[in-house]
């Protein structure tokens, strides 16, 4: 068994006096018995590759003629290291099927002039061959996901640097398994007040950070699939470009949509890959011998994954932020399939203006955060000072006239006309008209407040019943009043 980067298995025959020409020859005429297919042919060298009959990478084969001796090398254009003997395998039927070739009676009877025309018959034929792309749909080994190889490049990569970051995370004393939210805001998780403030950074290095082991792997998995497919068509900086591009905008949909939610993980720019698969496979753009029940595969894992980014704890605006980008980048390519650079401009121009959007959008959500907060504290001052007003009125100095006069008048009065400022001031806030409302209800409560205080003042200081009434009245309307802003407060806090 052959062991390498890549796996390979070589061997060398004598000539025995056989021409150059003549082993050529029989050469082609072997791998073409062999349903090999032969890729690069000149006077000393010829390679071919073997069949995909694994629904996997194929074999290269050598035939070098450089030398007195002939090479025969076979290695393996995937990034498997160990090759499961496929190669060897591929040399051994080479000479088997040679030897059988070379002693045909069809063979012995022919010139040095029909193998030059037969070699060079077979030179034109390969010059006019087209390369066709090869879509890979399984991975000779689990290792195989981490290296990179021709069409698997920058995948392997991507998933290097999430491994790699998640194991650094853990030597730092990160727990794996259930990491703290503060850790993962240390180590570059998407979090809208920091985001927000300057941290624009965390929109990317959110996209490398996970929320725990299990997190990790179905995330390297779910790219290592859909890079397998995808990056052979886009090529390796297209994918990179778009993986980061899907990556950032459905950071920037997470902040939007969950400004105090700490996010991180690679799903929103998976998801935008996934995007481009879907469309790709659905109008045969990346290969249309792949198999059909693919695409039926593709589908219910975009849905279930979908419907699952609704629970509890789930970014699902990352999701469908990533995924609905994928989808309009995907539409591009298959729309100027055959113009993939100019493609690419257009995903770009409209990934750009998308950021700046919701760049925008986040600062000026920024403001409301900010002024939310005012607002919060605003509403604890107000509550200390109605505490106040109205402790002012019932502290116990029933006895003492002019005390229970002064507390009403420079203690209680005073605290409800120093709300009334303070709500005033609020009104300046940008906030949600339902916060203005309340305001307002909070003003009118206030001014009845005043006026109730205002009659109780005059009802002891003249000693008489004729305000009870109007006291009475007052008294009502503050409490309907009341109810009616403690049921608004409970609807905003749901």
């Known amino acids: 068994m052959a062991f390498g980067f890549p796996s390979s298995y070589s061997q060398y025959q004598s000539l025995n006096r056989q021409s150059k020409l003549h082993f050529m020859f029989i050469a082609i005429e072997t ?10 042919i000149n006077d000393i060298e010829l390679i071919a590759e073997s069949q995909n009959t694994s629904n996997t990478w194929t074999e290269q084969i050598l035939i070098d003629l450089e030398n007195e001796d002939a090479l025969i090398k076979s290695w393996s254009t995937g990034n498997q290291i160990y090759d499961r ?5 591929n040399v051994e039927s080479f000479f088997n099927l040679f030897y059988d070739i ?10 040095e002039n029909h193998f030059l025309e037969y070699v060079t018959n077979q030179k034109e034929i390969t010059e006019s061959y087209i390369e066709k792309e090869k879509n890979i749909t399984s991975f000779y080994s689990f290792f195989s996901l981490f290296v990179p190889t021709k069409d698997y490049f920058i995948t392997p990569i991507l998933i290097n640097i999430n491994v790699l ?3 650094i995370m853990c030597f730092s004393g990160v727990n794996p398994f259930v990491p703290e939210i503060n850790d993962i805001i240390d180590w570059g998780g998407n979090y809208g007040p920091l985001t927000i403030e300057n941290n624009w950074w965390r929109l990317f290095s959110a996209c490398f950070i996970h929320i725990g082991i299990i997190h990790l792997l179905m995330n390297c998995y779910a790219l290592a699939y859909v890079g397998l497919l995808v990056e052979p068509y886009l090529k390796k900086w297209r994918f990179l470009i778009t993986y980061i591009l899907a990556g950032i905008i459905a950071s920037l949909c997470s902040l ?4 105090d939610l700490v996010s991180a993980g690679a799903s929103g720019a998976i998801f935008g890959m996934y995007g481009i698969l879907f469309l790709t496979l659905s109008f045969g753009v990346i290969d249309k011998k792949i198999d059909k029940n693919l695409l039926s595969t593709i589908t219910l894992f975009i849905v279930i994954n979908i419907l699952g980014s609704f629970k509890e704890g789930i970014d699902g605006a990352a999701h469908i932020g990533g995924l609905s980008f994928g989808l309009i980048a995907g539409t591009t390519f298959v729309l100027l399939n055959k113009k993939r650079e100019i493609a690419l401009v257009v995903v770009n121009i409209f990934a750009i203006a998308s950021c700046v959007i919701l760049i925008n959008v986040c600062k000026n959500t920024k403001v409301f955060i900010y ?4 607002y919060e504290k605003g509403m604890q001052d107000f509550a200390e000072m109605e505490k106040l007003a109205l402790e002012s009125y019932h502290d116990g100095y029933f006895d003492n006239k002019e005390h229970v006069l002064y507390m009403i008048k420079d203690r209680g009065i005073y605290y409800w006309e120093e709300n ?5 001031g609020l009104e300046r806030l940008s906030l949600p008209e339902i916060l203005h409302e309340q305001n307002k209800n909070l003003i009118k409560y206030c001014k009845l407040r005043i006026e109730s205080f205002n009659l109780s003042y005059k009802k002891i200081n003249e000693n008489s019943t004729d305000y009870d009434d109007e006291i009475d009245n007052l008294n009502l309307q503050i409490k309907e009043l009341g109810i009616l802003i403690k049921n608004n407060f409970e609807k905003q806090s749901q």
């Open 31 to 40: 791998i073409k018995r062999l349903n090999w297919e032969i890729i690069q």
């Open 85 to 89: 003997g496929r190669n060897k395998k």
């Open 102 to 111: 070379k002693k045909e009676k069809s063979t012995l009877d022919l010139d």
């Open 165 to 167: 970051l998640f194991l």
């Open 256 to 259: 939007y949509w969950n400004r």
């Open 371 to 374: 002024q939310f907060v005012e």
């Open 420 to 424: 009334i400022t303070l709500l005033k």
